[in-house]
DNA sequence: CTCCAGGTTCCGG
DNA sequence: CCGGAACATGGA
């Protein structure tokens, strides 16, 4: 890949760094000026300069369905609730963007994701990828696509442990085992309404509430789902429920529907950035 | 060494 | 419906 293949096209209300930093990815490396990795099997690289973006020439169309170039952020924006929390987290969060992902990796990796930080999700995605995923030749280096759910349903609870998974190893050979004998249909899940959308991902092994609710957000464009993790759980506990006792899962959930609105899964990855951006930096 | 991480599942009130 | 406990691993 030299600098002549890539081509140049205009963005607005994009920011990229904030939308690979924000905790939807895991297998993209930072190089140079920009980022280096896979959508589903192509390798792209892409770079931010201002209101462009540098890609390799011919993956435009699929750079601008994975990073959802086609939301229109100032109407979703205008749907937050105004109040100072969410104020914050939209001055710090502004052009960052909720990504279209191919929803075997997706779920795969989000079964991996329990219990574990951003850092360690990432290792066990590059080792699950470069075990059994497929080679793809990029300039000098070369890329592992995310083994098809086929592919890691063959093999042994110990080869996924050796990953780093893990009790997860269990639940991810599981839905591999399911979802590759058509016991879950992923592709028949996007055509389900939010709450059946849930309750069939749900049946899968490792998979609850939350990584459903990822899930949707991440790979099947439902705005409105709102996944509740420790740091959400957090920021709901210590600004929306201040100083209340006896906050149980259920009120937060209700409330986050209620407050947050039709794009609440927005508002929900930028509070959730915000946090965790600000706790660390 | 201790603490905690983008949880799920199972079990007893 | 709710709270608790078990479940593995690695970085801070």
């Known amino acids: 890949m030299s600098r002549q293949d890539l081509v140049s096209i205009g963005i607005h209300e994009f920011n990229l760094g904030l939308t690979m930093e924000s905790g939807q990815l895991f297998h993209w490396s930072k190089v140079e000026n920009g980022y280096v990795g896979l959508i589903g099997t192509t390798p792209i690289y892409i770079e931010q300069q201002g209101s462009a973006l540098l890609i390799p020439k011919g993956t435009e169309a699929l750079v601008r369905h994975y990073f959802s170039l086609d939301h229109d ?9 105004k109040d100072p929390a969410m104020e914050a987290a939209l001055g710090f969060c502004r052009g960052m963007r909720l990504v279209r992902q191919p929803s075997w990796e997706c779920l795969a990796t989000f079964i991996t994701s329990s219990m574990k930080q951003v850092k360690h999700i990432e290792q066990m995605s590059a ?7 497929k080679p793809v030749h990029f300039g000098d280096q070369i890329l592992f696509s995310y083994p098809e759910p086929a592919r890691l349903a063959r093999l042994e609870e110990r080869d996924l442990r050796d990953c780093g998974l893990g009790y997860r190893a269990k639940n991810l050979l599981l839905t591999s085992q399911m979802v590759a004998a058509g016991e879950v249909d992923l592709r028949t899940v996007a055509a389900l309404p939010d709450e059946m959308a849930l309750k069939e991902l749900c049946r899968l092994a490792g998979v609850g509430e939350k990584v459903a609710n990822c899930v949707l957000l991440f790979a099947y464009e ?47 990855q930028y509070l959730f950035h915000h946090a965790r951006r600000r706790s660390k930096p």
Not at 73 to 81: G, N, S, V
């Open 73 to 81: 952020l100032p109407k979703i924006y205008a749907t937050f609730p």
């Open 222 to 268: 439902r705005m409105q789902a709102f996944p509740i993790d420790v740091w959400i759980e957090r920021v709901l506990r210590g600004i929306y429920f201040k100083g209340k006792r006896k906050v149980t899962h259920g009120r937060m959930k209700q409330f986050s529907h209620e407050y947050f609105g039709p794009y609440g899964g927005y508002a929900q």
């Open 127 to 133: 080792a699950i990828r470069s075990r059994y995923g």
